[in-house]
């Protein structure tokens, strides 16, 4: 019983220190998605639709390739079969 004691408790330490050891990450896109549409809705807002999608439902989608490509923070999100709606989107960034 002891020894079952001090495994899990080794065990729970080296967790801990690996997950305070881990680095900062930026925040990634909750989807990425192949190509899609933007249009504009006023007040510099978009909505945007998307296909070829991976991840979930989220504020911030990545369009990969195409006239809207680029990263988006949107008031709503919905993904489903790899298809993305979105609404209340602004542009954040480009590609180069």
């Given at each position: 019983?002891?020894?079952i004691?001090?495994?899990?408790?080794l065990?729970?330490?080296?967790?801990?220190?690996s997950?305070?050891?881990?680095p900062?990450?930026?925040?990634?896109s909750?989807?990425?998605?192949?190509?899609?549409?933007?249009?504009?809705?006023?007040?510099?807002?978009y909505?945007?639709?998307?296909?070829?999608?991976?991840?979930?439902?989220?504020?911030?989608?990545?369009?990969r390739?195409?006239s809207?490509?680029?990263?988006?923070?949107?008031?709503?999100?919905?993904v489903w079969n790899?298809q993305l709606g979105a609404?209340?989107?602004?542009?954040?960034?480009?590609?180069?």
């Amino acid at each position: 019983m002891t020894t079952i004691r001090t495994a899990v408790a080794l065990s729970t330490a080296v967790l801990a220190v690996s997950l305070g050891a881990a680095p900062a990450h930026a925040a990634a896109s909750d989807a990425v998605c192949f190509s899609g549409t933007r249009t504009p809705t006023g007040d510099g807002y978009y909505e945007v639709s998307a296909i070829g999608c991976d991840g979930h439902s989220g504020t911030s989608v990545t369009i990969r390739f195409g006239s809207a490509a680029g990263t988006y923070d949107c008031g709503w999100t919905f993904v489903w079969n790899g298809q993305l709606g979105a609404d209340n989107c602004t542009l954040t960034s480009v590609p180069a």
